[in-house]
């Protein structure tokens, strides 16, 4: 019990140790307008949208477009698009003028609630900008993972682990092993069958706490609310399901306990198949509502639907019947450790040992699929808190299968062929208690992944396409949005001029400031030249469809100064493919 403690204390320590900020939600990816610009008077948009790079929970979605006076600008109600990642509203006209667009969503993948907030301007008829934008582009946040979230889902997992292990073991290895003679005959069959029965029935029972919890929690106490919320979120869903599922568990595993009391072993199995089918429902349900699920698993170029799910309830039932296999020998370990019950460890302990042995296989080919689904990289198992709690799992999974391996090839067949096999059963129990501890110690780190964004999905959040050049000592910087990789599509092109000398703002240009693109590829393609809009300060920005042709493009960005010789920074960007 020490060992457990303390293995679930350095989990818990782990949790404190994360890098960054333990927040899970839908990040912000994208958004009409972006973030930053400044457009034409006679371009006011008539809506605004934001994309999140997770599926939005319905009816979850609000809007604030408010001036600098605080008038507000939007018409609800908020629309979603068809894969639900994107949410709009329509625009009152708007007028010059700076407008920040202040947005809410909850996930319909982890039912977190995220917020965040961005700023856009819109020049008056002579070209000015009436203001200035605040610094800092868009944001995105969401409430820092609950501790209580993390507990519920442990909970869950090591009740739903419990409840499945017990009833696998009571129908598959206890009960056939009490068709031999010699374990008929033992006190142990039917008092160690009781105890089986129970681990089951109280799994049950924790199972269904924990998702009546989770329930409470993101339906109630942290979430909209009502019926609709429920139909509408992939994971609320599935958190109801999961209750009514554990419901039915536990009717089912207290009745076979009330009966094991009364009855021969014989007599309960078809309870506990019973038992098991729930049990592996559940982990069918589950995973529906994971980000597993809601995450395409892409092999060069084709997406492969669905395979998310199968390796995440692969994953979860190998761990569940292992660590619930666990959990009942050890509940039961004063039946199986004493000489008279050797008869009935051989046979329950040497079947759990093969079934352990293809359990491993389970988690290790799930794991590895799930790894490459929501980690994506290397790079990402050391950047982000996610990658780190799948390194730790890891760490203990390796000596989990030690302890596994030895029990299977070295203490069961001592057990069946030593003198005193007794004494390799309860050297086998005493190891099965530190192979306990560290599955539960794995679960309280499934409950944390579980919790957690992704890896795959905190790394593939905007990642702005920048380059540089330096002129006469002035650095200019420039932003293309959206990550230019197709022709003939619109691309924000933002301007920072700063010194390189100190990197603070120069402010010294011209709104006489110009950008010239011309194609390397197509030599016949005459060249476009454009004004710039700015400059407002140190930045500068257009957004164009110039760049119509795949292949090489060569900017000249012409920025006259006040305090002397045109900049002229040259760029140059290829692209691939024509849209």
Not at 200 to 227: I, K, P, Y
Request: charged share 10%; aromatic share 10%.
């Amino acid at each position: 019990m020490n060992r457990s403690v303390l293995l679930l204390g350095a989990a818990l320590f782990l949790v404190a140790l994360l890098p960054g900020p333990a927040t899970a939600h839908a990040n912000y990816v994208s958004s009409d307008p972006l973030p930053d610009a400044i457009l034409p008077y006679n371009s006011t948009p008539t809506s605004v949208s934001v994309t999140l790079s997770q599926a939005i929970e319905a009816n979850s979605a609000t809007f604030d477009v408010t001036n600098g006076t605080g008038a507000r600008f939007d018409l609800p109600p908020v629309s979603p698009s068809s894969d639900g990642r994107t949410m709009s509203v329509r625009l009152n006209a708007t007028g010059p003028g700076i407008f920040t667009v202040a947005w809410t969503a909850t996930s319909a993948v982890d039912g977190h609630f995220t917020a965040g907030s961005f700023a856009y301007g819109v020049q008056d008829a002579s070209g000015n900008l009436p203001g200035s934008l605040p610094p800092g582009g868009a944001t995105s946040i969401g409430a820092p993972v609950s501790p209580f979230e993390i507990g519920l889902r442990f909970v869950g997992f090591f009740g739903l682990a419990a409840a499945l292990g017990a009833a696998v073991i009571g129908a598959f290895m206890w009960i056939p092993a009490g068709r031999d003679p010699d374990v008929n005959a033992t006190p142990a069959y039917g008092l160690g069958f009781q105890v089986v029965t129970n681990v089951a029935r109280a799994g049950a029972f924790l199972f269904a706490l924990a998702f009546a919890g989770l329930f409470l929690l993101t339906d109630v106490l942290e979430g909209s609310g009502g019926a609709g919320s429920i139909l509408g979120s992939t994971y609320k869903l599935s958190v109801v399901l999961s209750l009514a599922l554990g419901a039915a568990l536990f009717v089912v595993l207290s009745d076979a306990f009330s009966r094991s009391r009364k009855q021969a072993p014989e007599a309960v199995r078809r309870h506990l198949l019973i038992g098991a089918i729930l049990g592996i429902a559940a982990i069918g349900i589950g995973v529906a509502g994971t980000h597993a699920a809601a995450t395409d698993f892409v092999l060069i170029e084709f997406t492969l639907p669905g395979v998310g799910v199968v390796a995440d309830a692969a994953h979860i039932l190998g761990v569940t019947l292992w660590v619930g296999g666990l959990v009942t020998i050890f509940a039961a370990r004063s039946f199986l450790r004493e000489p008279a019950s050797v008869p009935i460890a051989r046979i329950v302990i040497g079947r759990f040992s093969r079934m352990a042995a293809y359990c491993v296989g389970l988690v290790l080919l799930g794991g590895f699929i799930l790894a490459l689904l929501l980690v994506g990289s290397v790079d990402a198992l050391f950047r982000f808190g996610y990658g780190w709690v799948v390194l730790a799992k890891v760490a203990l999974f390796a000596p989990m299968v030690a302890f596994g391996a030895y029990n299977r090839y070295r203490l069961v067949p001592r057990g069946s062929e030593a003198s005193e096999p007794a004494a390799a059963f309860r050297q086998l129990t005493r190891n099965v208690r530190n192979e306990t501890a560290l599955g539960a110690t794995i679960l309280v780190l499934a409950a944390l992944l579980a919790s957690l964004t992704p890896a795959i999905s905190v790394a593939a959040g905007p990642q702005p396409f920048t380059l540089d050049d330096t002129v006469s000592g002035i650095r200019v910087h420039l932003v293309v949005t959206p990550t230019p990789t197709i022709a003939n599509r619109s691309y924000a092109l933002e301007f920072y001029l700063s010194y390189a000398s100190n990197g603070s703002d120069y402010n010294g240009g011209k709104n006489t400031s110009k950008i010239t693109f011309r194609s390397l590829t197509n030599i016949g393609l005459p060249p476009t030249t454009l004004a710039l809009i700015g400059p407002h300060g140190n930045h500068l920005i257009i957004t164009t469809f110039a760049m119509s042709q795949p292949g090489t493009w060569r900017i000249d960005a012409d920025i006259p100064r006040v305090d002397g010789f045109d900049l002229i920074a040259t760029f140059h960007i290829a692209l691939t493919g024509a849209g």
